[in-house]
């Protein structure tokens, strides 16, 4: 699987340009699955306005990825997967050249991914993009950190899915700014194991077959490197 690790979306055309590449063709030919399920977990977020502001594309952040003109949409609503046929969802995902992850809640989203069976999956889809967006990002990281937790995992661990070998630490601003502060950033990164990018909203990460590269046009930082 191919990752744009996005701090808040696709805010600028550096970022959107990755997409392209790693697309291999223009949003505009290519079949997209949002999946809003992180959302439902946080507690600043959950079911309602938000999940639709998501899905429907009419998010009031410069960040959006649904509205991006992709050739075709779906919706892959993680929750439901575990009470669906395998047949009925899995060529889909198989044959989709991206999927839209939405902030929220990483661990509630980890949850969902094992039980709804995505995670076993991910493995298979070489050639697929995952665009994640905070959470959506996070969730692929080894832990996000006790700093993040907000929904309880049953297992009590704030480890995800370690599909990559680093950390996050998503919307850190500046001084005075709605997000994180480094002083926050550094603090948190103190008490993970590995290196840890600190990320603002003009920032991602591109992963591709183990190559890591930081796309961004805002500021960004590693630390534990």
């Avoid at 992709?70 to 969802?89: R, Y």
Wanted: hydrophobic share 40%.
């Amino acid at each position: 699987m191919k990752l744009l690790l996005t701090d808040a979306g696709v805010t600028n055309p550096t970022i959107r340009q990755a997409l392209v590449d790693l697309l291999g063709k223009p949003v505009e030919e290519s079949s997209a699955l949002c999946i809003p399920t992180a959302q439902y977990g946080h507690p600043n977020v959950g079911p309602g306005t938000r999940p639709w502001q998501f899905i429907s594309g009419r998010e009031d952040h410069p960040g959006a990825m649904v509205d991006l003109g992709w050739k075709s949409m779906g919706i892959l609503e993680l929750t439901a997967l575990p009470s669906i046929d395998e047949e009925k969802w899995v060529p889909l995902v198989r044959e989709t050249d991206a999927l839209l992850v939405a902030g929220g809640d990483a661990l509630y989203l980890f949850h969902w991914m094992r039980e709804s069976g995505l995670a076993d999956l991910i493995p298979s889809l070489t050639d697929t993009v995952w665009v994640g967006l905070s959470a959506g990002s996070m969730v692929m990281t080894p832990r996000i950190g006790e700093d993040f937790v907000g929904w309880k995992s049953p297992s009590g661990s704030d480890e995800t899915l370690g599909l990559v070998d680093f950390h996050i630490c998503p919307h850190v601003n500046g001084e005075g700014r709605p997000g994180n502060t480094m002083a926050e950033a550094e603090s948190w990164a103190a008490t993970i194991d590995g290196p840890a990018y600190v990320t603002d909203e003009q920032t991602a990460i591109q992963v591709v077959d183990g190559t890591v590269q930081v796309v961004s046009e805002g500021q960004w930082t590693q630390l534990n490197g």
